[in-house]
Each structure stands twice: as C-alpha cells, then as structure tokens.
C-alpha cells in the first residue's frame, strides 16, 4: 500500500467549492443587503472591486452551510428562511419552527456569557424589519472546551440566546438601518468609502498569538484608519507581552 498527500487533487475541489461559493452570493442589485449596513465599509469595497474569495472564507462556507442546513432540516426546511425588506433594503432571516432565529457557528474554544455583537446587529435588524419582538440567537461552537496545552480535546456545544426589543427599539433600529444605507449610497455615488464607518475590527486582520492568521481581501486598498498598516495592531500586544514579563520578572526577583 502506499499513501500520498495529493495537493492536485485537495486543489481541484477547493476550486469546486470557490465556484459553488461564488454561485450562492447573492447578486448586488439596487437594494442593499443587511450585511451589507453591518459591515459597510466592505460592502463598499466589494460594490466597487467585485467579489473576493479567499481560501479561509471557502472554510467558513463549507461549516457554515452544512450546519444551517442540518439545523434548517430539523426545524423543518419549509419555514427555513424569510425574505425581509425596507425601503432600499433587503434580508433574508433564518426561521426555526416558528421563531425568528439567526443561526451561527463559530470556532471559539471558550463560549462566552453573551452572543458576538455582530450576531446582536444583525438578528436585531432583522427583529426590526419583521417587526418583531422576540428573536433567538443560536451557536454552534463546535471546537468549544479545547485547552491550550492539548489536555482537553474540542466538544461540540449549542448554545442559544433569546433577544427581546421594544416597540421603540425595533423603531429606532428600521432608521439606523435607513441612514446607513443612505451613507452608503451616498459614498458609492461620490466614490469616497471615507463617509462610511469601519467594519468589525475583527474583519480587517485576524491575529492569534501576536501572528496574522488572514487579512481581509480588501485590506490594502482599504487602509483602514487605526488599523493600518498590520503592525498598528502587532504593537499593543507586543507592549501588552513586555508589560506581563516586567510584571512576572518583578515578582521573581522579590521572591
């Protein structure tokens, strides 16, 4: 028997897999999507430069698209999504029986006491649109538990939040929502991304261990302000590590 890794081949359907990707992006009309409001100054860079797909989003593709759709099929595949709109703006909101519910998956060892802000924005949005209530976020962390030291191995775990908004507060939402997309047309119109605010700081350049682990695809023409160049972000870690060896050197020479 002889076994080989096969880079070709491991090449061929990720290929595959980006073309699948490209197909499932929804077309940029007139209308603008919510994501497109939470994230605007991608949306802006995307509008104008097309599509970009990268290795690492073919990764989140792949989880995210399997696990919505084994959830979608528990919860009955019939009522699986919603199509929303405002004026100007479309989304589409993921339905689990007969609840409004954003599902997500996400690759966090540690589950935190409250869902990703992101998660909030986008599922309050939607809360807004439908104009209701009550609205479930659910997780599913699927390498949660993992230790550093490699003591503990990852568990699947699903986690879910329930969101509740007042008529005010749904009220308020529909005309951020509003406004943004105006910033955003406005900048596309007169050509200057500088009139929209920046997306999750997250989304620009993922950092693990004081290493860049991805950029956005958009990152160099974006130059986002206070995030640009990368080593902007590398400083106040570097910083924050010398600080903790002072710390830890003081102690050992009390001791």
């Known amino acids: 028997m002889q076994i080989q890794r096969d880079e070709y081949f491991a090449d061929v359907v990720k290929q595959k897999l980006r073309a699948l990707q490209l197909a499932k992006r929804r077309e940029l009309g007139s209308d603008l999507h919510i994501s497109e409001l939470l994230n605007p100054r991608k949306a802006y860079w995307t509008r104008t430069l097309g599509e970009r797909v990268t290795d690492e989003s073919i990764g989140f ?3 995210g698209e399997a696990f919505h759709k084994v959830v979608q099929d528990a919860m009955g595949i019939e009522f699986a999504e919603k199509k929303l709109t405002l004026p100007g703006i ?3 909101a993921d339905i689990c029986g007969q609840f409004l519910c954003e599902i997500k998956t996400s690759r966090k060892w540690t ?13 309050t949005a939607y809360q807004a649109m439908a104009d209701r209530p009550e609205a479930y976020i659910f997780v599913i962390y699927f390498t949660a538990g993992r230790k550093w030291d490699g003591t ?3 568990t699947l775990e699903m986690v879910a939040w329930k969101v509740e908004l007042t008529d005010q507060e749904r009220i308020d939402i529909r005309q951020r ?3 943004e997309a105006q910033r955003l047309n406005k900048a596309l119109a007169k050509k200057d991304p500088l009139l929209l605010q920046l997306c999750a700081d997250w989304m620009c350049v993922g950092i693990y261990k004081n290493e860049v682990q991805r950029t956005c695809p958009y990152y160099t023409t974006c130059q986002p302000e206070g995030r640009y160049p990368i080593e902007t972000l590398l400083k106040p870690i570097e910083e924050k590590k010398a600080k903790t060896k002072r710390v830890f050197d003081g102690l050992v020479s009390k001791s």
């Open 90 to 92: 479309v989304g589409t």
């Open 177 to 179: 929502l509003l406004d």
């Open 61 to 63: 593709f792949i989880t």
């Open 152 to 154: 503990k191995p990852s």
């Open 111 to 123: 589950i935190p006491e409250e869902p990703d802000p992101n998660y909030v924005n986008q599922v």
